[in-house]
């Protein structure tokens, strides 16, 4: 499972809101919202989040295995 934590604690970092996000860079509140529950987002709204925040996809998502069953 890919998981968006580290987004907004790099947003944080950066001192960019997610208002911004939405007004100034065009990022909808679908994709944050999706981000927000780690659901599926395209690798354009990853590079396009990368390159707003010049930062690498590590600093934006982390990768966990999904439990054994």
Request: proline residues 4%.
């Amino acid at each position: 499972m890919i998981k968006y934590d580290r987004l907004w604690l790099t947003l944080k970092q950066k001192g960019i809101s997610q208002y911004q996000l939405i007004n100034k860079y065009d990022v909808s509140t679908g994709q944050l919202d999706r981000l927000r529950k780690n659901e599926s987002v395209s690798t354009n709204t990853l590079d396009r989040l990368c390159s707003i925040l010049h930062c690498g996809l590590e600093d934006i998502a982390t990768y966990s295995p999904d439990p054994p069953d």
